[in-house]
């Protein structure tokens, strides 16, 4: 069950970056939230409040929201990494940054895999690490960029730093325990909701510019998508955090960069490289042993 909730998240959150991606190269990463964000409020506050399962409690509720703080501001970094760089690079970058945190947490937690489920993990850690790779010509050139401001502004150093929201975002939904149904996904969903608004905020002080808009049911539709799938996603990630360890969980939720990538490969003719396959391939046998383990 906990593979397959996992892994459940995982296409979700690839299909959503992927639209959410598409959406911000056309507009910026803030106004794609301003989209994103309430719709996918809307969506688990519902849930929540359908499934029942719990009654809102202030602690679960205070992890939640300060996973949604980690969580929003990933995905402004995140977005906006897709907006700097290749999907087929940010993606991975972004989820090996968050699968090694919560691994890390949930070894130093006591958890320990079956030794087939432990080399499942690691290889899909090692396919994550495969899929990151960027060509060489790719690196030479965002070293050469001139200004050390532009350098960590570039598609895969914001990736990275996401990827480590992320990763927070992940262990701090543990953490909140699942005694209160959905309730602590409503509270990450405040925090991403205040970040959004401080992010806001703060481009008006500055009189920065939002952006242009989304124009066209298409565009609007696809953000509209993109939020709803991403709420989905935690919810189904939340799911699998509390029914298995989290190491297990936020490994085979990390893989939703192959979703991105395949997406990519498709809609932008992003190529893939050799190395890229192998990571694939790599996946897939890391999920089998997880899966027979």
């Given at each position: 069950?906990?593979?397959?909730?996992?892994?459940?998240?995982?296409?979700?959150?690839?299909?959503?970056?992927?639209?959410?991606?598409?959406?911000?190269?056309?507009?910026?990463?803030?106004?794609?939230?301003?989209w994103?964000?309430?719709?996918?409020?809307?969506?688990?506050?519902?849930?929540?409040?359908?499934?029942?399962?719990?009654?809102?409690?202030?602690?679960?509720?205070?992890?939640?929201?300060?996973?949604?703080?980690?969580?929003?501001?990933?995905l402004?970094?995140?977005?906006?990494?897709?907006?700097?760089?290749?999907?087929?690079?940010?993606?991975?970058?972004?989820?090996?940054?968050?699968?090694?945190?919560?691994?890390?947490?949930?070894?130093?937690?006591?958890?320990?895999?079956d030794?087939?489920?432990?080399?499942?993990?690691?290889?899909?850690?090692?396919?994550?690490?495969?899929?990151?790779?960027?060509?060489?010509?790719?690196?030479?050139?965002e070293?050469?960029?001139?200004?050390?401001?532009?350098?960590?502004?570039?598609?895969?150093?914001?990736?990275?730093?996401?990827?480590?929201?992320?990763?927070?975002?992940?262990?701090?939904?543990?953490?909140?325990?699942?005694?209160?149904?959905?309730?602590p996904?409503?509270?990450?969903?405040?925090?991403?909701?205040?970040?959004?608004?401080?992010?806001?905020?703060?481009?008006?002080?500055?009189?920065?510019?939002?952006?242009?808009r989304?124009?066209?049911?298409?565009?609007?539709?696809?953000?509209?998508?993109?939020?709803?799938?991403?709420?989905?996603?935690?919810?189904?990630?939340?799911?699998?955090?509390?029914?298995?360890?989290?190491?297990?969980a936020?490994?085979?939720?990390s893989?939703?960069?192959?979703?991105?990538?395949?997406?990519?490969?498709?809609?932008?003719?992003?190529?893939?490289?050799?190395?890229?396959?192998?990571?694939?391939?790599?996946?897939?046998?890391?999920?089998?042993?997880?899966?027979?383990?």
């Amino acid at each position: 069950m906990v593979t397959v909730l996992a892994l459940g998240a995982a296409l979700a959150y690839g299909v959503a970056d992927f639209l959410g991606g598409a959406v911000t190269r056309r507009s910026t990463a803030l106004r794609t939230l301003t989209w994103c964000i309430p719709v996918g409020f809307v969506i688990i506050l519902v849930s929540a409040l359908l499934t029942g399962g719990g009654t809102p409690a202030p602690g679960p509720i205070a992890w939640g929201f300060t996973a949604g703080l980690a969580g929003g501001a990933g995905l402004i970094t995140f977005y906006r990494a897709l907006a700097r760089g290749p999907m087929n690079v940010v993606a991975p970058v972004s989820a090996l940054a968050t699968a090694v945190l919560p691994v890390a947490v949930g070894i130093a937690r006591g958890e320990r895999l079956d030794a087939s489920v432990a080399a499942g993990v690691l290889l899909c850690l090692v396919a994550i690490a495969l899929v990151s790779m960027e060509a060489g010509h790719e690196r030479a050139a965002e070293t050469a960029a001139p200004g050390w401001r532009r350098h960590l502004d570039s598609g895969p150093i914001m990736a990275g730093v996401s990827g480590t929201c992320f990763g927070v975002f992940f262990v701090l939904l543990k953490t909140a325990g699942d005694g209160s149904g959905l309730w602590p996904i409503v509270g990450a969903r405040v925090g991403n909701v205040v970040v959004i608004a401080v992010a806001l905020l703060a481009l008006a002080l500055r009189g920065g510019d939002l952006g242009p808009r989304l124009s066209g049911w298409t565009l609007i539709g696809l953000a509209l998508l993109s939020g709803t799938l991403d709420a989905g996603a935690n919810v189904l990630y939340f799911l699998a955090a509390h029914k298995g360890m989290l190491s297990l969980a936020a490994v085979l939720t990390s893989l939703y960069p192959a979703i991105t990538v395949l997406l990519a490969r498709f809609a932008y003719t992003e190529r893939l490289r050799a190395i890229q396959r192998v990571g694939m391939a790599v996946a897939v046998a890391g999920v089998a042993l997880v899966t027979v383990g």
